[in-house]
């Protein structure tokens, strides 16, 4: 069982930066694969960013490749999404998620938090 809490999230400017954690429960962190989802507003949820579980390799939706980077500490069971020039269109809230088995967009998700909005002025 891995327990998910975000953070970070906040209003800001348009080009703006926001760094989001997501802090991990349980002492076996280092063994999941971890994802960032988003969900706006009447939108279904998508994928965002994922890295593997030694930080080696990471994939990135084409809407966010060159603005975020995702990573990790193990030592912290917490990995983050640095984002950067944000657009009103990031608006949405974020969510970490675990995946025991498989890494990336098209692996199936264990664990899943609460989420953080991230609200994007224009």
């Known amino acids: 069982q891995v327990q998910l809490l975000e953070s970070g999230g906040r209003l800001v400017q348009a080009g703006g930066p926001v760094r989001l954690s997501c802090a991990a429960s349980g002492r076996t962190f280092s063994s999941y694969a971890m994802g960032w989802f988003r969900q706006a507003p009447r939108m279904e949820r998508e994928f965002v960013a994922a890295?593997?579980?030694?930080?080696?390799?990471?994939q990135y939706a084409d809407s966010v490749k060159g603005r975020f980077t995702i990573s990790r500490d193990n030592a912290k069971n917490t990995v983050y999404l640095q984002m950067n020039s944000l657009k009103p269109e990031d608006t949405a809230v974020y969510y970490c998620?675990?995946?025991?088995?498989?890494?990336?967009?098209?692996?199936?998700?264990?664990?899943w938090g609460q989420g953080t909005q991230v609200t994007v002025s224009a």
């Open positions: 998620a675990a995946a025991g088995a498989g890494w990336g967009v098209r692996t199936s998700y264990d664990y």
């Open positions: 890295i593997g579980r030694w930080d080696a390799l990471t």
